[in-house]
């Protein structure tokens, strides 16, 4: 009998593509193989995300489309798994409207998906494997098999969760509490992968920097990153999100000491304005974070920093968001992720007056960005006739006589291929020729 085909859409943050690295290997494990081809898929799961609604919607509207394949193959099973379907609300969404769809299971069931999978086999009916972190804490399960997407690029979790509660957002309602996985079994995987020739490690939580606090042992994070360059080999160690209130100089000096750290740093400010950071309960005031900013790029000479910034907090005014833009101009990030306010069921932020019109939040990002860019473009020509070394990601994009690489800053680097080689998942050495607000061009020196 052939092998029945799976097919993975992954909606949202890194955290969910590792997932998915995790049901995809899980999957294989149990006898499917990938496909990329939705269209001759036996089974399509869409790993969803629910931080704004925009990411929602998206996930929503192409599960819509899969109504015709269903139609087409009546054999087809279709599943929807992540942070989306965690809510109960759009569980019930799933439930009532999308009768096409065969099952559900929530991100605490992602190391259940060989059952999950033998039980959508053999169902003739719909099953919704979907249950709160209050019932069901998640626990940590090591050793399930992983289908990484490259070779030379990979995620690693080290915690799963989030206690802070930040007053707009759902991740703690849809991916419970801290919960650290211990030291050794991430050293184990990180060494198997360098053994293996992987090039890059993305340590990943959504807030590393209380990494180790829930352990029987605890262990800081910053001895964590120290334990991992300690693994030999040639590999650059990457890790986000860092929260301000938790980043300390410590931390700041291990990166320093430690060249297989990367040069790049992304530390969420999410607003300028201490008022608005007090509603938004994320304990740190701006000027706490200005000089938390100013002593990273002290202590770690040359390094990136880059930010999310949320535009439209409800009751945010136009001195708030001046104060934004202060902030802005003070750090100089390297780049900033930027998003309008979305409100998100159940949490707190979402009960608070005074939503900000869209015509208001349309022209306060227009500014953002229009700023945004001229910091990052100063920031980038003081790059050009430096050499940078990147790791080799393959082929541009835009222009196949050109490869792409990503510096351990963090920078997009596009280069002419050199003839016979693949550089693919090589260090490359490279001279900054040309630079803009997003991208650099550069030639191999070595
Ligand atoms: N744990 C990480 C990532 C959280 S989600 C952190 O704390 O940084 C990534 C980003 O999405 C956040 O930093 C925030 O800027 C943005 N975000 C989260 N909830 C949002 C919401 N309700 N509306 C708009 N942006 C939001
Ligand atoms: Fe959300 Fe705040 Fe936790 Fe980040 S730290 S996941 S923004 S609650």
């Known amino acids: 009998m052939e092998a029945k085909k799976i097919y993975i859409n992954t909606f949202g943050c890194q955290q969910n593509e590792a997932d998915s690295e995790t049901l995809m290997g899980i999957a294989e494990a149990e006898g499917y193989v990938a496909t990329e081809q939705i269209e001759e898929a036996d089974l399509i799961l869409f790993n969803t995300c629910a931080v704004r609604e925009h990411a929602e919607l998206k996930a929503l509207s192409t599960t819509g489309q899969l109504k015709h394949l269903k139609e087409k193959n009546k054999k087809l099973k279709i599943g929807l798994c992540g942070c989306m379907v965690q809510q109960e609300h759009r569980k019930e969404d799933i439930k009532n409207k999308y009768p096409y769809v065969d099952f559900v299971f929530g ?40 289908k990484r997407r490259y070779p030379f690029r990979a995620y690693v979790s080290v915690m799963y969760g989030c206690n802070n509660f ?70 650059v160690l990457k890790f986000m999100t860092s929260h301000p209130k938790d980043a300390t100089h410590e931390l700041f000096e291990t990166i320093a000491k430690n060249e297989k750290c990367e ?16 509603e938004m309960n994320r304990r740190y005031t701006a000027e706490e974070y200005l000089a938390l900013c100013d002593d990273l790029k002290k202590t770690v000479p040359g390094i990136a920093v880059t930010t999310d910034i949320i535009v439209g907090f409800p009751g945010e005014t136009d001195e708030d968001f001046e104060e934004t833009l202060h902030a802005l101009e003070h750090c100089r990030f390297d780049g900033v992720f930027s998003f309008v306010y979305s409100p998100r069921v159940g949490t707190p ?42 790791l080799c990601e393959g082929e541009s994009k835009s222009d196949p006589a050109f490869a792409s690489a990503r510096s351990d800053s963090g920078k997009l680097i596009h280069f002419k291929k050199p003839e016979g080689v693949d550089l693919t998942g090589k260090f490359v050495y490279l001279r900054i020729t040309e630079a803009r607000a997003i991208q650099l061009f550069g030639e191999v020196v070595s």
């Open 107 to 146: 991100t605490n069931k992602v190391s259940e998906f060989a059952s999950i999978l033998k039980a959508v086999e053999g169902a003739k009916k719909r099953l919704f494997f979907v249950d709160s972190y209050e019932e069901n804490p998640g626990t940590i399960c090591e050793g399930l098999p992983v």
């Open 263 to 278: 040069r790049h740093f992304h530390l969420p400010l999410q607003a300028g304005s201490g008022r608005i950071l007090k």
């Open 166 to 235: 930040c007053t707009y957002c759902v991740v703690p309602y849809v991916r419970g509490r801290e919960r650290s996985r211990k030291p050794e079994a991430i050293l184990k995987e990180v060494a198997a992968l360098v053994e293996k020739g992987c090039k890059e490690i993305t340590l990943l939580g959504q807030n590393v920097n209380s990494y180790g606090k829930d352990l029987e042992d605890p262990i800081p994070f910053a001895k964590l990153l120290d334990d991992i360059c300690k693994i030999p080999g040639d590999f």
């Open 349 to 390: 932020a979402a009960a608070l007056p005074n939503r900000i019109p869209e015509e208001v939040t349309k022209e306060r990002m227009a500014r953002l960005l229009n700023l945004q860019q001229k910091v990052q473009v100063e920031n980038n020509q003081k790059l050009v006739g430096k050499t940078l070394r990147a």
